[in-house]
């Protein structure tokens, strides 16, 4: 009995040696299969690192690489077997040395925590390439236990953004220059402006008074060829005197300011065609029709005037007809308000509509259409300053219909 106890006992103390060396086993299992997989790791991790093309370095607490990437050797013109013993001043330009020596004392009270920014890191070849990216305080992680700087490449983006900024300051100096000739132009323009108010006035009227004498006196005793003499005369001095007019209001308008507000564009259609009838001496017969006009943000008093010239052209251009008709009004198109004035008049060539707003551009022979060939030169200056468009279309003998915008 008592054998059967001992080798009871012996065979339980096997079972029990046994579990303790199957547990031994798998804890040196368990232990070989975690270095496995940290080699594993390390090894995805080095040929990530040194087969990128970012540049890293990793910095000891006294701020000197004690790591770099192939890539970091490759970016500054050093072949990897090269003794490369550069500290962190040396990494540094000059310029560069305060900032980022700020930004590595944040680095160190941070740890874990990416701090971003630019640095110049000096070529072999002599000068400097530019790097963006982040420093890490990786000092409590085993395997890095440094400062960890993760950088790329920027020098390209430098570069087109230094020849930008140059562009942008070339361009600047020529707008300078430009304005100040313009300047220039513009008092030259004022002093044309005056000379013709002024110095070209007084010899049309010295010419309109003494034709006007000349007549009153000896007309009685002339005869007809020289009243028609006189008479052509006064005309053109007259003429001349329009064109003046229309010359100085042309000049003024690439100098007048723009105030824009919320303007009624039927009232301001219904005054100028109530102002271009009580100027008609022989008052027109021609039937205006105002539809619905969408009001607008514009310059008042420049906007009256386009509409004024457009309406008198149309006015005029169709008063040879026996039933004349000019229809006003406005349409949307594409969120975009366009107005028009229509008419039913002598119309023109397709072909020609390029001279339409040209100054002294006439597509119809003085002697058919008074005018000075400056009055949609006028209205087409207006329509550009309020930055909208203009254009025509017409056909000889039936018409035609101008359309502006005053968006584009």
């Not at 991790?45 to 000891?60: Q, V």
């Not at 890490?136 to 430098?158: P, Q, S, Y």
Request: one cysteine or more; aromatic letters at 6%.
């Amino acid at each position: 009995m008592i054998d059967i106890q001992a080798k009871y006992e012996n065979e339980k103390h096997e079972k029990e040696l046994q579990k303790v060396k199957l547990s031994q086993v798998e804890s040196e299992l368990k232990t070989l299969r975690a270095e496995r997989a940290l080699q594993t790791s390390e090894m995805r991790f080095r040929a990530l690192i040194e087969n990128g093309t970012n540049i890293i370095y990793i910095i000891d607490d006294k701020l000197n690489p004690t790591y770099a990437s192939p890539a970091a050797y490759h970016a500054l013109g050093y072949e990897e077997n090269e003794k490369w013993d550069k500290d962190i001043i040396s990494l540094l330009h000059p310029d560069d040395l305060p900032p980022i020596m700020h930004k590595m004392k944040i680095v160190m009270k941070n740890p874990g925590v990416p701090i971003q920014g630019q640095i110049r890191l000096p070529h072999k070849n002599g000068g400097y390439i530019w790097a963006e990216g982040t420093a890490t305080n990786l000092f409590h992680v085993d395997g890095a236990n440094g400062i960890v700087c993760n950088l790329r490449d920027i020098t390209e983006r430098k570069q087109a953004e230094a020849a930008i900024k140059e562009l942008n300051e070339s361009l600047e100096r020529k707008i300078a220059e430009r304005t100040s000739e313009l300047k220039e132009a513009n008092k030259g323009l004022e002093s044309f402006s005056y000379s013709v108010s002024h110095d070209l006035r007084t010899p049309l009227r010295v010419i309109n008074g003494y034709s006007g004498l000349l007549f009153k006196k000896y007309g009685e005793n002339m005869n007809e060829e020289a009243v028609e003499f006189i008479k052509a005369i006064r005309e053109n001095a007259n003429h001349m005197g329009h064109l003046i007019d229309d010359l100085l209001n042309l000049s003024r308008l690439g100098r007048q300011e723009m105030s824009k507000t919320s303007v009624n564009m039927n009232d301001i259609v219904s005054e100028a065609v109530s102002e271009l009838r009580a100027e008609d001496a022989t008052g027109t017969k021609a039937e205006i029709v105002i539809k619905d006009i969408k009001e607008t943000m514009a310059d008042a008093g420049l906007i009256k005037q386009a509409w004024l010239n457009i309406i008198s052209n149309a006015i005029k251009y169709s008063k040879k007809k026996s039933r004349p008709r000019i229809e006003i009004g406005s349409m949307e198109k594409e969120n975009n308000i366009i107005y028009y004035v229509k008419d039913n008049g002598a119309g023109f060539d397709m072909a020609h509509s390029d001279k339409l707003f040209g100054p002294f551009q006439r597509l119809h022979d003085k002697t058919e259409f008074e005018g000075t060939g400056v009055g949609l030169a006028i209205v087409h200056q207006i329509i550009i300053k309020h930055g909208g468009r203009i254009w025509a279309e017409g056909k000889v003998d039936k018409g035609a219909t101008f359309y502006f915008t005053l968006t584009d």
